[in-house]
């Protein structure tokens, strides 16, 4: 029995991380400052007027202190501000009912006012309020009355709301806003609701909440809520809440003096939330985390798990982000009485950009884990380096893995990579790869190898060598072990017709090298030469087609052998209706003389294929398709291919597909698909959903039928049902008929309890840990839970496939 509970303190974590997203950086993510030079322009009605200090309109618009306007004061029934970002082009415009600028002696804004329907547009972002003041030269729009953020289709509304268009420090008083799905991009699934007394924030980098209470209840009297005294938001890195009280009916349950959620660490570290319940390899444990560090750039946390039967495990979780340097650290311990052994994994990772280099360090350490092999080690390692530019690119990585089950084996790679461009036609690709391999004895290579390409008016052309230096134990007693590709240098040269102004279309290519292929010592020269004509198609009548196409490539070698290959394709195709054809394939490649690399060889076939495609009928559709091999005279045809789907309702699909051994006389495998939706959506031609609804009734059988054994080698089985508007029935199946035993079997049963979901789960699992139980699942409906309901042994999918005939 395995019961978990998950505290709804995740509400805030993400309601108040996308409202930063939203709010910080999609409003006010760019600085804007104030222009200096234009004022406004007096028209009858409507007018605009844009200040902009490199703006070269008329200078008689301008109202600067004068004889007839000595207060270089400017007003209008109606008016819009525009002033220009530091960006060119980019411009945010304040449109008001009534607008009054004040400018200084040298005809400068100082200051606008504005009111009656205020609006602020910058990019996606649209500001309203009943006033406004802006400050030209401190900088600042101050918002009053009704205001109201819209970020794309996310609205968010306040009394009031400061923007420093310098700093890009903001301020909002008295929040209200409903954060939706479409806004939150997958982390949510349900609105989410939010007050708080002020918000405040500096770009999309920090948001802090006074006074905040979230709920994704929508209820006058929700079933449970979040009120904390104050939450700062790291962008993309964490949440931090101070005295978080959680309510739930409107009463008071208890409350936590801080609490820190990694966000980062939400989806890949399951015991941030404290977890409760009881397993056949862990026994009743409790599962926890709490946070002892949490600041702008680090984030730690101490573990704590009690299992009955493995023990007490404790551990260190450490997370840091400062400038271009991102990182974090975990070391966990245990020890297992089950295997008497001491259990300590550890994992460490860091990302720093230098410049325009990025270093990447990454290292896994396990010493007798139960979850990965008990009474074994593993430790890997890798280091990456990386420079980039326009014109040439730079790349180091090397790799560590250390294993020690029953035997110790470890491997070692390491690649430098680099490529540049020289000039505009030309290019340099150099490389050196490291490979060691030791378990009773060390098997190392290195290769080295680089190509120089050009392009050119007529043609393109390379030149290329590449060595391979064994450097195995055996190698220095002439008994190397590493195969491969030596070129000792090689020339090629590409074109074709059109460039080379030749009437025929041919594709062209030729090539001279030395190569050696080892761990043969031996080294040939070899010359290479290929022509090909593009596959051309011609009408032959209105529903006849012909598709043509040869080759020729010839080899020849310095120990005077030589080989060459034709080869053809001729596709006459017939149209059957608007979607339907029948076409058939000919294809034939002769090969003669002889090749002394075994990567020259070239197979010899002449085969013919017929396939048939009616697909015109939305209810019925077949396919036929077989072949004939006039190389095999012993067993010359192929299978003929049956593939038949049955749509006679629009919830309903029914699949089939076999093969007929034309030489043995006999049938081979029966695959059988089924498929029903109902209620809300169609099978709609094999999809899962019908324009995008969701299904009230999901049936998916697989069947796979030997005919040869004449029994039921496999089947599945998935379901997904709503029963009524509250309950919720899944479950999947999987039979194995050689071994007549079910490889897996699961069932769920979910209650919808308005905001929140519960779920009772059966799953008898098999694999290399053979999984048994019940799990209790209780969650909030607005956030996506990973389940692992559905998810077989080694995280697969566990659907109705059971493979296809061809």
Known sequence: MKCEIFIPVIIATFSLAVFAHSAATNGLEDRATAIHERTLEEQPGPNTAI??????????????????????????????????AD?????AEIQAGFARTVFDDEGKPLMTSAEGNVQLRYKDVLVTAAEAVVDWKAKTADFHKDVVFRIHSQEIRGSSLRVNLDTREWQAESLRTSITPEVAKGYLLAPVFAESSSVFGTGSNYMGLR?????????PIPHYELVSQSVAIYANDKAVFRNVAIYALGRHIFTLPQLTVPLREMQRNPNIIPRVGQNQEEGLFIKTSYSYLATRSSTGSVLLDLMSRKGIGKGLQQSWQRGNTLGSLLVYHVYDRTIKENTLTGKFSHTQTLGSTRLNLTSDFRSNSYLYAPQSSSFANQLSLSRESSKLSTTLLIS??????????SRLTATLAHRQSIGQSSSLNASIDYTAYTFDQTRARITPQATFEQKTKHFDWNLSVQRVKDLSDEAFIGQGVFGGIEKLHEIGFVSDSNRLGIGVPLDLKLTYGNYSELPSPIGLGRAYFEATTPVRRYSLSNTWTLDTGVGFRQYVYTDSTAQYCLDAIANISKRLGPTSSMDFVYRRQQVS????????????YNIANLNINYRDNQRFRFSILTGYNFNQ???????ITLRLAFQPTRSVLLYTATGYDLNRSQWRTLINQLRIRAGGCGSDSGSDTAAGQDCAFKLDIGTRYDTQLSRLAMARSVLDARIGRLWRLQANAGYNGFTKEFDYTSVMVTRDLHCWEASVAF????????????????????FPLFQDFGVGAF???????VGEIY
């Open 51 to 84: 200040l902009n200090q490199k703006s070269n309109s008329d200078p008689s618009l301008d109202k600067t202190p004068s004889p007839q306007n000595p207060e270089g004061l400017a007003a209008s029934d109606k008016a819009s501000q525009v002033w220009n």
């Open 87 to 91: 960006t060119p082009a980019e411009y």
């Open 211 to 219: 006074d905040a209470k979230v709920t994704t209840c929508d209820l």
């Open 400 to 409: 560590q893995n250390v294993n020690n089950a029953y035997v110790r084996t």
């Open 593 to 604: 003389g002889f090749a002394p690399f075994r990567f020259d060889y070239m197979p010899r």
């Open 633 to 639: 005279p012993d067993s010359p045809w192929q299978d």
């Open 763 to 782: 799953v008898n699992r098999g694999g290399f840990y053979r999984s048994r139980g019940i799990t209790f699942t209780l969650h909030i409906k607005a």
């Open 795 to 801: 995280g697969q999918t566990l659907d109705t496939s």
